[in-house]
Every structure is written in C-alpha cells, then in structure tokens.
C-alpha cells in the first residue's frame, strides 16, 4: 500500500468516525448507548417523487443499460444484485407519482481506466455506446480514495441527454469507523448500518443524476435528492424538480418537453426560485435556449434530417470535416450531448477561426454543466470571433442571455 494511499485511508477515517460520536460509556449502558447511535446513523427511505399535478399520471418507461466498468466492479460484492437492487430501489421512488419506471435492458461490463474525471468518463462512455436502442445509458465507475459529499464528485449527467456516469457506494475505512463506533454490537449490527448507509448513498447519487437527466435542477433544501451535497437525510425529490421531471416525461417529443421546461423556468414564482441554488435557473435558461433556438426542427427524438443539418456545416470545412460537423449537429439536436461533443472535437483545434466550429463547442460545453473554468475555455474561442465582428456570425439568443 502506498504512502499517499494510506494517507488518505487515514483521513477517510478520521472523517467517517466524526459521524459515529454522541454515547457515553461512563453510564454504564454502553451497548444500549450503541444501539441508539446506530439507528441515528442508519438513513432513513427515500420517498415517492410526488406533487399535486391535478390529474392522473400516464405511465411511462425508460430503459436504461448499465455498464460497470472494472473498478466499480472490484469495489462492489456481487454487483448485479446490487445494480437490480438499485432500480428497484429507484423505480420505488419514481413510479407512484411519476409514473416512471426504468427497465434494465442489460448490465454489460466496461473498460474505463482513468476514474478521477467524471466528464472524461462520460465522454467515453458515449463514445463507447450511443445509446440507440435504449433511453439512458449509466457507467458505473469507481469510488474516489477519499470521502467527499459532492455530488458533482459522485455522478455525472448530460441535462436532458442520454448518458449518466455514478461512482460505486462504497466508502473507504465506513467499515472501521463503524466497528470502532459500535464495538459492543455484534457483527451483524454493524453490517446492517454500513449496508443501510451505501445503499441510501447509491440510491440518492443515482436518483440525482437520473433528475438531472430530466432536467431537474438543484435544490437548496438538504433533504432534496436534488441538493448538491449528499446528505444522509435525503429524503424526496422536491416539488421543482418533480414538476420538471413531469414536463420532460408527459410531453409527446423531446422539443416539447424542450419548450415546456423553457416556459416552466422564465414563469417561475419568487418562492420556486428561492428554492433552486442561486443562478441555475438563469443557467438552465440558457442551457434551454441554446437547444431550442435555431430551427423549428430542432430538439426532435430522432434530430433533423442529415440534409438540413449538411445544409448547415461551413462550406470552408473540408468535405470530411463537414460530414463530421453534421454529425455532431444531428447528434447535439437528437439530445446525444456527449456524442455531440466527441464527434465534433476534433473540429476545434483544426478550425480555431471558424464562428460556426466554435460556436458549437460553445453550445455544447453550455449543456454540458461544465463549471467556470472550463466553461470559459470551451466559449472564449467564439467570444474572440464575435468581437471581432465575424461576418459569418449568426445572432445567439443563448449568447445575448449568458452574457
């Protein structure tokens, strides 16, 4: 075991036992004293995605492929229970007033190595499957070798796209923090309150990033599955976020369901804004407007024809590269952001000069929730051009807003 390994399995350690304080064996009562801690550290169940919508629910299935690489699988004891155990756990919150219910079409293993970065594992796993035949397809990834309650460390989502990424529950030295917690209960005990918490745990990061998928934004209530920081406490989807996850799942076409969230989120009320974290609102605005603006064919299920997006790919490109921007324009329309993206990266270093290459890495990286640093790389490129007053610029309502 490496230095740099047993450092932070040490820290890991330190922070899981702060969770396990609050009894005093001086009573006398230690084992009791145990027991009231371990139902204390025990989470309780997520609830039924519910909110009063006035009318019956349509049912609606979503099937999904999970894909565990093998790092999710080396950490995870018999990973295919625990995956269908996982659905089912979510299909327990999403079906009674969503009227959601993911099918798994099949668990199929997967080869990623490089397990620090959630967007690259996303990346490649739309690279490695794009999702044709299924709605959403879930890499499963390694844990990190340290705690965090992140959730932008924990999963990954396109917003309202067909790729998910989560890392495995388990958390390093939860094991031993506990055993040393709880050393008069017996063994059993304490493997029901380690099993209790990394199951809560899977279920809210999967739960999360399935609502991003959604179009779900997040929320500021701790004990919203939508909160950015896990909580233990997590206890629902809040009433937003259902509302969104509504739109996206009732409409008859994905530009609809466009459209109505777009609508949703400028005719918010002060108390529905409140709830949302400061400034998501206004980004998924733009994230909205980017995907909807440019044509009436845009955002449909299946993406525009090839020949009105070819009709759209810069006639300076050469004739491989305009087959490739093409592409990568059906794709970004057809709701595949992350295929979108790989498809058309190649572009971006070879026409660094050209409005409509950037423009689209512009568009792609605001859909993306890149956070501001890369944010700014991916659209610094189109905000040269467009100050410089590139002819070929065309107007970007997306653009106007985000600035």
Known sequence: MGIRFQIAAGLAAASLSACFVGYDSSWGQAKAAQQRLAARSTPGSIGAATADQGHERSKRTLRIRLRPDTHYLAQTVDAERQLRELVEDANGVLAPGLGLELEVDAIRGWSFEDDDRLDGALRALAKDDASEDVDIVVGLIGALPRPTESLHELGLAEVLGKHVVVRAASRLGEHDAVDRAMPDLDEDARNRVVRARRRHRAEAVFLHEIGHALGALHETETTSVMHPAYDERMNAFGDNAVV??????????????????????????????????????????????????????????????????????????????????????????????????????????????????????????????????????????????????????????????RR
Request: hydrophobic fraction near 45%; proline fraction near 8%; include cysteine.
């Open 244 to 401: 969104l996850m509504h739109l996206a799942i009732d409409e008859p076409d994905r530009a609809s369901a466009l459209r109505a969230q777009l609508d949703y989120l400028r005719a918010a009320t002060p108390a529905s804004i409140a709830a949302w974290v400061p400034g998501e609102r206004e980004v998924e605005i733009a994230h909205l407007e980017a995907m909807t603006s440019g044509t009436s064919e845009v955002a449909t299920s299946s993406g525009p024809s090839a020949d009105s997006a070819a009709a759209e790919a810069p006639a300076e490109l050469a004739l491989e590269d305009r087959d490739r921007f093409t592409r990568a324009t059906a794709a970004f329309r057809g709701g595949h952001v992350a295929v979108a993206y790989e498809t058309a990266r190649p572009l971006f270093a070879a026409y660094p000069a050209n409005y409509a290459v950037q423009d689209l890495r512009c568009q792609l990286a605001t859909v993306q929730w890149l956070d501001k640093k890369a944010m700014l790389e991916e659209c610094t490129p189109v905000g040269r051009l467009a100050d410089a007053g590139t002819p070929a610029a065309p107007p970007d309502p997306a653009r106007e807003h």
